[in-house]
Every structure is written in structure tokens, then in C-alpha cells.
């Protein structure tokens, strides 16, 4: 299995609602990464998950929350969002921590979301 | 200027055809990742290369240390071929990728 899963594949919110986005891989991998993608632009790192502890936040609002519940799942928890946070949200995953040499990067498909 | 730079930012060409998208980089690098994004999302890691050549099925890789420069080749090109093609460089000093803004190719039947 050489697959990350992401759900759902679109959301649709309001400013006020809760929701969580869900990425799951069984390859055994240790290091996790959440990234948003803005239309036409390459993807930018949120958050990295190493052996299940959160290593790196790249000064994301705190309107997201990462959760790493075990070694194959990933949750981002999503609170009053700003339209300006429609985005594509990819989870990514590799072997170990920091994109050791020889080491390649596996994305889901993503999940498109669009805040109202 | 961007640290990671993609020419052409798009590319049309016909079915068959011989294709070239170049990466230039400023910073040091430890590694760059070639990676390929369809319409709808999803992003396909094709090579990671540190140093020469890689070669899988019709894409080739290159990458050039001393001139920092990477460039990916696709031959007999297909229109599934379609889609946006990133490369990333890995900075040496950190885990950071620097990505560059991407290229669109769209091969015509």
C-alpha cells in the first residue's frame, strides 16, 4: 500500500462551523506534513509530525490544529476559518523526519476547501 | 528573485514531441525533487536526485551541481502527460523545500 488517503476530497464551510480534515497512510512512515495550496501556487508547509509529536509549525494561525492520534493518521482541525483560507490542503508523508536523502515525498489527493 | 526558478511556465506541444523543463536554483541544496501535479490535486513525487542522471520509463532527470541547474525530460510525449510539473530544491542548511512556481504542460493529440 503505497497510498495516503484523504477525507473528504471537498468541503464546504462557514465562518462559524467546526470541521476536521482526515489523512491516513500504511507504509510505516514516521514523518507527517500538512500543506495548503492556493490556486496556481506551489504548496506551502504547515505543519510536520515526527514519530507522532509536532516538530514543525510554520506560523500557522491557530485557527488550525494539527492532531496526530497515532503513527498512520493525521487530523486538521479546522475553527472559524476565514474565506481567505480556501485552499487545497495535501497531507504528505516519508519515511523519517526532514526528507532524509533518498527520500521522496507521498501525497494524497487532497482536500478542496472552500470557506463561505 | 525566487531561490527556486521554473522556465517555461507553460508549454504546449504536440503529441510525441520531445519535452524540457528547466529548474535553476540560487541557494545550496542537499537534493531536488521533481514532482508532477494533475487537474483535481493530487501530487506524484517523479525523481529526487542529489547528483547525474535518473531515468524512469519515458522521464529522465538531470541535475548539474556545479551550474545548479536541474531539468526534466519527458520523450514521446502523451496527452496524459498533461499536467503541472514542480521541482523543489532541499536546502542544505534545513529541512526546508523551496518550490519552484511550477510548469504547465499540456500536449495536444
Known amino acids: 500500500d503505497t497510498e495516503v488517503t484523504q477525507t473528504p476530497k471537498h468541503l464546504v464551510m462557514g465562518m462559524t462551523n467546526k470541521k476536521s480534515l482526515k489523512c491516513e497512510q500504511h507504509m510505516g512512515h514516521r514523518a507527517m506534513y500538512w500543506y495548503k495550496q492556493k490556486a496556481k501556487k506551489p504548496p506551502e508547509l504547515m505543519f510536520v509530525?515526527?514519530?507522532?509529536?509536532?516538530?514543525i509549525n510554520e506560523s500557522v494561525p491557530s485557527r488550525f490544529s494539527p492532531e496526530c492520534p497515532n503513527s498512520s493518521l493525521l487530523n486538521l482541525h479546522l475553527h472559524a476559518l476565514q474565506p481567505e483560507d480556501s485552499a487545497l490542503y495535501l497531507c504528505?508523508?516519508?519515511?523519517?523526519?526532514?526528507?532524509?536523502?533518498?527520500?521522496?515525498?507521498?501525497f494524497g489527493s487532497g482536500t478542496q476547501l472552500s470557506v463561505l | 528573485k525566487n531561490e527556486v526558478e521554473q522556465s517555461p511556465q507553460n508549454l504546449t506541444a504536440q503529441e510525441g514531441e520531445f519535452i524540457t523543463i528547466n529548474c535553476s536554483y540560487s541557494?545550496?541544496?542537499?537534493?531536488l525533487h521533481w514532482l508532477q501535479q494533475h487537474p483535481g490535486g493530487g501530487i506524484v513525487s517523479l525523481f529526487m536526485l542529489s547528483s547525474g542522471k535518473k531515468k524512469h520509463g519515458r522521464l529522465i532527470a538531470t541535475i548539474n551541481i556545479q551550474e545548479k541547474h536541474s531539468s526534466l525530460h519527458i520523450t514521446a510525449s502523451h496527452p496524459r502527460d498533461s499536467a503541472v510539473y514542480i521541482c523543489a530544491a532541499r536546502l542544505d542548511s534545513n529541512y526546508q523545500l523551496i518550490w519552484g512556481a511550477g510548469t504547465k504542460l499540456i500536449i495536444k493529440p
Open positions: 541557494v545550496g541544496i542537499s537534493a
Open positions: 504528505a508523508s516519508s519515511q523519517t523526519d526532514f526528507l532524509a536523502s533518498n527520500e521522496k515525498l507521498f
Open positions: 509530525y515526527s514519530y507522532e509529536k509536532l516538530s
